[in-house]
């Protein structure tokens, strides 16, 4: 048990829809960080938020975007969905150095 | 960005049996975690040990910082202990971790 959870557990989107998945981290965690896992691979990560202020990004496009709320709450949106945005997304929170996951939100687009 | 190799990529082992997983990161960081990925997609954290000797159980792990390698040894392997082992690396402070492509463990009966 990591105190981190992540909602929904499954998802099916169409090509072009929008998505907003959910992470509730622990209580204190002020940063929360995004990963996307493609089958096989290891995470990625897409961009981290420190007290509601994205803090950092990695190679994405704009069409992903986050918000971070004060009740260690946060989200990872997503538009235009390609069919190669199809992944595991993983979301991490921490407070000091160490980092703990939630289960993941699988995203299939068709 | 930093690079992460880990082998090897596939191990499968007898119960019972012991084994050594590597993980080599071309630049220093300053935070190293091993993570061991159940198959429902949940990563779990096994050790943040970005320089030194820890044990956990069967479980241990040794990260050389000078030298850019870690190892995770897992003694007396179980059929629970399959899966798949990332080695997560951070240069900053803030958890932007940089994963290796994973070590694919099947502990058979």
């Known amino acids: 048990e990591t105190g981190v959870t992540q909602s929904p557990t499954h998802l099916i989107k169409t090509r072009g829809q929008q998505v907003t998945l959910r992470c509730s981290s622990q209580?204190?965690?002020?940063?929360v960080s995004w990963y996307q896992q493609a089958l096989g691979q290891g995470p990625q990560f897409i961009f981290q938020?420190?007290?509601?202020?994205?803090?950092g990004r990695g190679n994405f496009p704009p069409r992903f975007s986050g918000l971070q709320f004060p009740n260690y709450s946060s989200e990872l949106n997503v538009n235009a969905l390609e069919l190669d945005d199809s992944a595991l997304y993983l979301c991490?929170?921490?407070?000091?150095?160490?980092?703990?996951f939630g289960q993941g939100t699988r995203l299939t687009v068709v | 960005g930093i690079q992460v190799e880990q082998s090897p990529p596939d191990l499968i082992l007898q119960e019972g049996a012991n084994s050594t997983l590597r993980c080599n990161f071309s630049?220093?960081?300053?935070?190293l975690q091993w993570f061991h990925q159940n198959p429902w997609g949940q990563l779990i954290n096994l050790f943040y040990?970005?320089?030194g000797t820890k044990q956990n159980g069967r479980l241990s792990a040794t990260t050389v910082a000078t030298e850019r390698y870690s190892l995770l040894y897992i003694s007396s392997s179980q059929t629970t202990d399959s899966g798949v082992y990332f080695c997560?690396?951070?240069?900053?402070?803030?958890?932007?971790?940089?994963f290796g492509t994973g070590t694919s463990l099947t502990v058979i009966p």
């Open positions: 997560a690396v951070e240069q900053g402070t803030g958890n932007q971790f940089y």
């Open positions: 938020y420190y007290r509601e202020e994205e803090n």
């Open positions: 630049d220093s960081v300053n935070n």
């Open positions: 209580s204190g965690h002020n940063t």
């Open positions: 991490a929170s921490s407070l000091g150095a160490e980092a703990f």
């Open positions: 040990i970005p320089s």
